[in-house]
């Protein structure tokens, strides 16, 4: 019995020394240059699309859209000076902008728009109607 009274005890003396001798132990993180934007105004903030397709930079009265698909800005849309918070809901498609000096929140729906040449392809209809496409991605 002396013995096994001993073991524990040995046991519970190194686990407790483990516990103040112990340092924490830093993982090394691979960081790779993708790419660098030059903005022709200073960002207040910034939120992404959950893909990372599209980033929306809240600068000082303007809402900038940029595609990272296509490195360009897609969207530029003058705001109040007051916003200086951004948000973006990927559920809902919504910026959400807040400020804290009027004390107001403004919601905004983005829905992507996309360019489809028709040139040389045959249509029925005015050339220019509004055309929307539906994706049944979940069709068995």
């Known amino acids: 019995m002396c013995k096994l ?6 046991f519970f003396f190194i686990f407790f020394l483990s516990l103040f001798v112990s340092q924490p132990v830093y ?12 903005l022709d105004v200073a960002p207040l903030d910034i939120a992404s699309s959950d893909d990372g397709s599209m ?11 940029y595609s990272s698909k296509t ?3 897609i969207s530029r849309s003058a705001l109040d000076n007051t916003y200086d ?10 910026l959400i902008l807040t400020s804290r000096s009027s004390k107001s ?11 489809i040449s028709l040139s040389g392809l045959p249509f029925k209809g005015p050339f220019d109607a509004p055309v929307t496409l539906a994706v049944f991605d979940d069709y068995q």
């Open 105 to 115: 929140l403004k919601i905004i729906h983005v829905e992507q728009v996309h360019d």
């Open 85 to 94: 918070k951004i948000t973006y809901s990927e559920k809902n498609k919504t």
């Open 55 to 65: 980033i929306f930079i809240l600068s000082l009265g303007e809402l900038i859209i």
């Open 27 to 38: 993982g090394k993180a691979d960081l790779t240059f993708i790419r660098q934007k030059n």
């Open 5 to 10: 009274k001993q073991k524990k005890l040995l």
């Open 71 to 73: 490195d360009q800005i």
